[in-house]
């Protein structure tokens, strides 16, 4: 089988990990198959790195050295751990400082200007990456397993230039991926990549947002036409719920590139929509496997939409620290011209919403937004729409949750609605409010936050989630 | 009147046929088309000739004849400057790509295209090395510059094969197609059906008549048909199809036998491109019944292609050729035209 392999941070956290992780490779190697790896920043990494982008912006300079320091010991510990034979070793340090000598002039050049744009941040965080990688494939070097390092840009990845979340131009991408890397496969040469970061036509370096290097293993997939992506992480899979919640949560074995986009909508961390959306239309099958437990067949997220009669509901999902806000008598334009308003001042300020539910006959509408952003939310609408005589009233509640339910099989089956609400009410759990007319795929609803585990234990119980 | 500056990279045979169309239509274009194109570099292997107020069109054809090169022009000449610098550098609307066909890497007209949409310039091209080989990126680069990337002179010359396909069969759906996209292989398969010669003899032929060229294998192993149905199939199709795609069987097998046992069934051999709505690119020896309007002889090019509601219909026209080719070049840029003015109205 051809094969992108995606390792993430936590996976390659430190030197015995990324010994671990050459293994789980060579393995897979050995059993004949191609793998192209994929490697993000060591576990911390990129968070250090915005914050010095912060604080280089703002003119700090003292820190600087220290910083560099920092990360030049834990990268060349690493790296001496990892990467057991000598010569490699020197060599993969020497790349090492390098590179952390490109860095710290990068900083100290933008301490003088005091400004980070778009563009300058997208070229600091790429350092994450950039230190990690090649000592991934010092590490396979030095086990004699033929391995070279690129840059997504070196690979041949090309986005547009929408810095911080740029998106890939996937034609000229899979011209120019299949012209590097399929060579180096041939020669049986297994090709290491920086996960994350790309370039702009220009080839200046851009990166590809949260969750980057799930999608630059899905941007690699597709150009090379693999059979399997594989996404190592620390967790067995994608579980029916947050085990920390409901112990009794299950790995599941299988789910759709739909419910898997769902999920992710409704807050589960374990792959980024947009990775998902890029495989979509190829059908290239993701497995989510976990590095600490590598005989776990994982998940599997595939284009089959298998519904069983068992499993009506595949995952439950509970989003905490939500803020519900109802905004009354929106009698002026009708209530679908006061949400159209509604939304728009809230996009404006970029802030998103998690659901919605209106009423026509009391001219209310009801809709849920992160509780960082509730504050703004309140403000512009105050602003907006109280001044503009648009809407009566504005209520909030802060202490609020979502839950979620995803699940393919929940659209032809009659009577789903009524089991979760019973189930609930049995628990003398109150909704607060039930959201409409999403995607057919989900229901989900709004309970006071210290109702929230109670009611995912229930569900999850209910739809049997634990057998 | 409508300016447009214009870089001309390759001056060979379609470069200079260019070059004299716009001499000898100059007047024309500007009276009735509003157009005054204006060729602001010309660049061959040698270097560029530069002029940002427009080239003296016969200078650099004279230039070119004596001296062999445009960059030994005294005045505007630049020596041993690489194309891709001047697409760069130098401002202009369009970049007409007439470089001689690589059908390995596409270069160096590849990178010619990619620097030309990359800077903002509408391309005209008559190599189909690089759509061959990157048509989809190409296209989705164009796309995303938000420039026009043409391409009539690749497929049928004089021939309006692609904009046949495109605007007379609009509402329509056109479900797949199969032709003679080759005027070469024509040429050789006529001369072995009607006056019995071999497969080397007729070869010969077409090279003693300029058809062929000295290594014929782009047009005999069936590589130039290929090309021109991958830039159908994405153009047509819509597919994001490339070369490597394609099935390709050239002629160097055809007997005299194929062809005689082909005659008693009321057949001719002919080399056919085909593709389908799911793809299936193939490029193969086919027997086509004599009475088929596909059955055209000589140098010929000819499609057929098959549409959900209109059914078969049949283009038949002169492939390549220089003249031919300049003047796909001239439609192309005035549907360039055509689209700037339309944006320039609704912005
Ligand atoms: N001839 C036809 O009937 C016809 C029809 C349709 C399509 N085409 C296509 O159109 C293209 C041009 O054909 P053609 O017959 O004109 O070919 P040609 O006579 O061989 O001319 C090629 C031209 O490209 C120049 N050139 C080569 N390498 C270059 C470089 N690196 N930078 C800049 N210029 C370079 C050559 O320079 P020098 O002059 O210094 O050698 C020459 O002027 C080919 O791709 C061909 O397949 C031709």
Redesign the interface.
């Known amino acids: 089988m051809k094969l992108i392999m995606k390792f993430g941070g936590t996976s390659v956290a430190d030197g015995e990990r990324i010994s671990h992780v050459c293994n789980i490779i060579e393995k897979y190697l050995k059993q004949g198959n191609k793998v192209v790896v994929v490697v993000s920043a060591l576990a911390g990494v990129t968070d250090q790195l915005v914050k010095a982008c912060g604080l280089a912006g703002k003119g700090e300079k003292e820190f600087i050295k220290g910083f560099i320091e920092e990360l030049k010991k834990r990268h060349l510990e690493t790296c001496r751990v990892a990467v057991k034979d000598e010569g490699v070793c020197r060599l993969t340090e020497k790349t090492v400082e390098d590179t952390l000598l490109e860095l710290e002039n990068v900083l100290v050049g933008v301490s003088y200007l005091r400004e980070v744009t778009p563009r300058i941040k997208d070229y600091i965080l790429s350092f994450g990456e950039r230190l990690s990688t090649p000592i991934v494939c010092g590490a396979l070097n030095s086990m004699g397993v033929k391995a070279e390092w690129f840059t997504g840009k070196d690979a041949g990845i090309v986005t ?1 230039s929408n810095f911080g979340g740029a998106r890939p ?4 991408t ?3 991926v299949k ?1 590097r890397l399929q060579k180096v496969l041939d020669e049986n040469i297994t090709p290491v990549v920086t996960g994350f970061i790309a370039a702009d ?2 080839g200046v370096i851009t990166t590809l947002g949260r969750g980057g290097s799930d999608c630059t293993a899905s941007i690699l997939g597709v150009a090379l036409d693999v059979d399997e992506i594989w996404i190592w992480t620390d967790v067995d899979g994608i579980m029916t719920t947050d085990p920390k919640i409901e112990p009794k949560a299950k790995v599941i074995p299988q789910i759709s590139y739909m419910e898997a986009m769902e999920m992710a909508y409704f807050g589960a961390k374990m792959m980024h929509p947009g990775a998902i959306e890029i495989v979509m239309g190829k059908r290239i099958p993701i497995r989510v496997k976990n590095t600490f437990n590598p005989e776990n067949p994982g998940t599997l997220i595939s284009s089959e939409q298998k519904v069983e009669s068992t499993s009506i509901v595949k995952a439950i999902s509970l989003i905490r620290k939500a803020a519900l806000i109802t905004v009354e008598g929106a009698a002026m334009f009708g209530v679908p011209g006061t949400a159209a308003k509604i939304f728009s001042l809230l996009g404006e300020k970029n802030i998103n919403v998690l659901m919605i539910s209106q009423s026509s006959s009391e001219a209310n509408i009801s809709f849920v937004v992160p509780r960082d952003t509730l504050e703004d939310a309140l403000s512009i609408l105050e602003v907006k729409l109280l001044g503009g005589k648009i809407a009566r009233e504005i209520k909030a509640e802060d202490d609020i949750c979502v839950i979620a339910l995803v699940g393919a099989g929940m659209v032809g089956t009659p009577g789903v609605a009524a089991r979760v609400f019973s189930a609930v009410g049995r628990e003398k759990i109150n909704v607060r409010m039930i959201a409409q007319g999403s995607s057919e795929l989900n229901i989900s609803f709004v309970v006071k936050e210290a109702d929230g585990e109670r009611a995912v234990k229930a569900l999850h119980k209910e739809f049997g989630l634990e057998k | 009147m409508f300016r447009m500056r214009i870089i001309l990279v390759g001056f060979g045979v379609v470069g200079q046929s260019l070059v004299k169309l716009l001499l000898m239509r100059g007047k024309e274009l500007a009276e009735d088309f509003k157009i005054h194109p204006k060729i602001v570099a010309v660049v061959d292997s040698g270097g560029a000739s530069l002029n940002l107020k427009g080239l003296n069109l016969g200078r650099v054809l004279a230039v070119k004849k004596e001296k062999g090169s445009v960059a030994m022009d005294e005045e505007c000449g630049v020596k041993t400057v690489k194309a891709s610098k001047i697409i760069e550098e130098v401002e202009a609307e369009v970049v007409v790509e007439a470089t001689p066909t690589n059908i390995v ?1 596409g270069e160096p007209a590849l990178t010619h295209i ?1 620097t030309a949409l ?1 800077t903002g310039k509408h391309v005209v091209t008559t190599n189909k090395g690089p759509l061959a ?2 048509m ?2 190409l ?3 164009a796309e ?2 938000n420039v026009l990337l043409r391409f009539s002179g690749c497929v049928g010359g004089g021939t309006p094969i692609l904009d046949f396909a495109k605007k007379c069969l609009q509402g329509d759906k056109i479900l797949s197609f199969r032709g003679i996209l080759n005027g070469t292989t024509n040429y050789i398969l006529t001369k072995m059906t009607y006056e019995n010669i071999s497969f080397e003899d007729a070869l010969a032929e077409a090279q003693k008549a300029g058809y062929a060229e000295t290594d014929p294998s782009m047009d005999v192993d069936g590589y130039d048909s290929a090309c021109k149905l991958v830039i159908l199939a994405n153009w047509i199709l819509g597919l ?1 199809t ?1 070369l490597k795609d394609v099935k390709i069987e050239g002629i160097r097998k055809i007997t005299l036998k194929d062809v005689r046992d082909a005659l008693d069934k009321g057949c001719e051999v002919k080399l056919i491109a085909s593709a389908e709505e799911g793809g299936n690119l193939k490029v193969s020896p086919q027997l086509i019944p004599r009475s088929h309007p596909l059955c055209v002889g000589g140098v010929l090019n000819a499609v057929t292609f098959v549409s959900k509601y209109a059914g078969e219909e049949t283009v038949i026209g002169r492939g390549a050729g220089g003249i031919e080719t300049a003047s796909a070049i001239l439609r192309d840029l005035l549907a360039i035209k055509q689209d700037i003015s339309l944006r320039s109205t609704y912005s």
């Open positions: 547009d131009l996937m034609e000229t899979t011209h120019q012209a036509q220009n | 890497d990619k990359k080989l990157a989809p990126a296209m989705e680069l995303y510059n994001k490339v």
